[in-house]
């Protein structure tokens, strides 16, 4: 069975980095698309980046290019997610998903198949 489980969520100060993983398990990961999310309290599931099976990576708010990058290790069966100068803003549950394809589909939640129970990335002072 399909799998997706994140961690790497914690408490950062305001300006900090975090690096959050997204193990696979029960497929070969390196057939699939991989997408980060992320959801606010009171706020809708939002896309933040997709990393293809070929290493092509798509941003989709303007805000992540430049502060967060994905990257993946297939031999690991995971994919990460590098946030860095971060803010309160930045305050949410994060989510990997996939697509039922091995290309990036958008950063729409409805079009991903799979996805993890989430991680709680919290920025304070």
């Known amino acids: 069975q399909l799998q997706l489980v994140e961690s790497g969520g914690g408490l950062v100060q305001p300006g900090g980095s975090l690096r959050l993983s997204c193990l696979a398990s029960?497929?070969?990961?390196?057939?699939?698309?991989i997408g980060w999310f992320r959801q606010a309290p009171g706020k809708e599931r939002e896309g933040l980046l997709c990393?293809?099976?070929?290493?092509?990576?798509?941003y989709y708010p303007d805000f992540v290019e430049g502060r967060f990058a994905i990257s993946r290790d297939d031999a690991k069966n995971t994919v990460y997610l590098q946030m860095n100068s971060l803010e309160p803003e930045d305050t949410a549950v994060y989510y990997c998903?996939?697509?039922?394809?091995?290309?990036?589909?958008?950063?729409?939640?409805?079009?991903?198949?799979?996805w993890g129970q989430g991680t709680q990335v919290t920025v304070s002072s």
């Open positions: 990393i293809s099976h070929r290493n092509d990576t798509t």
């Open positions: 029960g497929f070969a990961l390196d057939f699939y698309a």
């Open positions: 998903a996939a697509p039922a394809s091995d290309y990036c589909v958008g950063g729409r939640p409805d079009d991903y198949d799979y």
